[in-house]
């Protein structure tokens, strides 16, 4: 959209699209389109020839048809991906009294340049991100796999946070922070011995102390990736507690993230519900009686609204 509206600026076309080439780079179809003239449909749209088209995805470059069909110019520029074209610019002048300038067909190539470099670094980022969660999800699951009443978990903390989190008003940009630090909130627990994590009776005071290191080693881990500032803050407070009385930094009230009051009340009911190496899982009844009468104490009391409401609907269930 970004690419047809700056075509529609720098130039005099008439109209604009972007269009992708499907499979086989036999035929193309428009997803995205500027029209000057408003009133215009996008089926009464200018559509270039098919075999232009893969002319000018074959050569890989800008092509200037003078006089398109009865109409004025059309100018065509391919978009590529490490020199690989995956869809083309065209902009076209619907009168055959006007036409474009060596200029604008300077201009256009140069935008599509640009647009065609964003493009592959995109995709190269978003390449490099969905490897590096793999990668530590992959830390996430060799947890789980020490701690077989634990399997799933961190899956499960993921889609009730995000729940809760759509129900409060949160953006797609924080519940996207959510699925990540949902799904990594216990992977500094691969710093903790298994003599401790696995534990089946109650934790001494010393092992008390080294388990509760967990949130900071997990948020150190992410922390070293310099790329997900938010979810690491979220991490190393998902154990606070609303009335200043939990771990690592004893935060109070709103002084922790709203997304890690969230992941809380997410945690503390996946964790109830599940079987425990020292305890058997109680049942949901039992479980959201006592996150309901820790609101304000352990949890945020809006969270805990949030959360029975949309457990009571059966938005959120074991």
Known sequence: NILVNLSGKITQCDEAHFCFFTQGMTDYEIIASFFRDQNI?????????????????????????????????????PLKIKSSVFG???STIREETRCFSEKELYFLNLLVEKASFLTENLAL??????????????FVETIEARDPYTKQHSANVSKYAMSIAKANGCSQDEIARLNVSGNLHDIGKIGIPDSILLKPGRLTDEEYEIIKKHPVIGSNIIGHFGMWTDEQSI???HHERFDGK??????????????ARILAVADVYDALTTDRSYRRKMPE??????IRENAGSQFDPKI????LKLQKEGEIKV
């Open 246 to 259: 939990g771990y690592p930094d004893g935060l109070k009230g709103e002084e922790i993230p709203l997304l």
């Open 88 to 90: 083309i610019l065209t």
């Open 304 to 307: 805990v609204n949030i959360f």
């Open 285 to 290: 009844h039992v479980a959201v009686k006592i």
């Open 235 to 237: 991490i190393r407070h």
């Open 125 to 138: 980022y978003e390449n490099i991100y969905e490897n590096l969660f793999s990668t530590l999800y992959a």
């Open 41 to 77: 449909e996008k089926s009464d749209a200018v559509h270039i020839e098919k075999k232009i088209a893969k002319k000018v995805a074959n050569d890989g470059m800008p092509f200037l048809i003078r006089g398109n069909n009865g109409n004025g110019d059309t100018i065509a520029i």
